[in-house]
């Protein structure tokens, strides 16, 4: 059973900072690229940032370049994404996507399988508000 469980969303002022964790199982983490989109309220789905599945690559939406940084720790089948600088647009729910809509988004998997199939998460709503 493929598991893909976001954490780490919460509400914060602007200019303050979130963790978001995005822990996974039930398919080979190491294979797979892994990004990270967003949805604000009547909006759509937008990337946010991807890891391929080396760590070697990264790729970052423009709004949050310079702000954002993705990780990847594979012994512990889980991605990360350091939030800082928050924005009252950054306000969204998170979503973490390992997988093709990774690898259409920029970050790609080390095998053909890792780039066709997709898991989503449930996401986790992150607030930026005075």
């Known amino acids: 059973q493929v598991l893909v469980v976001e954490s780490g969303g919460g509400s914060v002022q602007p200019g303050g900072s979130l963790r978001l964790s995005c822990l996974t199982s039930?398919?080979?983490?190491?294979?797979?690229?892994i990004a990270w989109f967003r949805q604000a309220p009547g909006k759509e789905r937008e990337g946010v940032s991807c890891?391929?599945?080396?760590?070697?690559?990264?790729k970052y939406a423009d709004s949050v370049k310079g702000r954002f940084a993705i990780s990847r720790d594979n012994a512990k089948s889980t991605v990360y994404l350091q939030m800082n600088s928050l924005k009252p647009e950054d306000a969204a729910v998170y979503y973490c996507?390992?997988?093709?809509?990774?690898?259409?988004?920029?970050?790609?998997?080390?095998?053909?399988?890792?780039?066709?199939?997709?898991?989503w998460g449930k996401g986790t709503l992150v607030s930026v508000s005075e």
């Open positions: 996507a390992p997988g093709g809509a990774a690898a259409k988004w920029g970050c790609r998997g080390r095998t053909s399988d890792s780039n066709a199939m997709n898991y």
């Open positions: 039930g398919f080979p983490f190491e294979y797979y690229s």
């Open positions: 890891i391929n599945w080396s760590g070697s690559n990264t």
